[in-house]
């Protein structure tokens, strides 16, 4: 069994910064990628930021030049630096993970972690 666990939302004013991270354990033979999504109400979930397993990342305009994505192999985890925040960041962020386990090919969600971007 695979378990993603998200930690770091918060509330913080916009300018400010927040620092996700996404801790992986279990069976995991190899990643083929990790990708941030973020969802508000009544809305779809969408991506942020992914990183894949030869180190290319991508993001979303929305948050080009203010968030990055980086990974710990060594630690099982990706982290989101969120810089400059700002309210229509606020969303619940969620951690997905594209890897190789016991049973082949899966995809697992994190739980998912509240960021409020307000003053």
């Known amino acids: 069994q695979v378990q993603l666990v998200e930690s770091g939302g918060g509330l913080v004013q916009p300018g400010g910064s927040l620092r996700l991270s996404c801790a992986a354990s279990?069976?995991?033979?190899?990643?083929?990628?990790v990708g941030w999504y973020r969802q508000t109400p009544g809305k779809q979930r969408e991506l942020v930021a992914s990183?894949?397993?030869?180190?290319?990342?991508f993001y979303a305009d929305s948050v080009k030049g203010r968030f990055t994505i980086s990974r710990d192999n060594a630690k099982n985890t990706v982290y989101l630096q969120m810089n400059s925040l700002k309210p229509e960041d606020t969303a619940v962020y969620y951690c997905n993970l594209d890897f190789h386990g016991r049973t082949g090919r899966q995809n697992y969600w994190g739980q998912g972690t509240q960021v409020t971007v307000s003053s």
């Open positions: 990183i894949s397993s030869g180190g290319r990342s």
């Open positions: 279990g069976t995991i033979y190899s990643i083929e990628a």
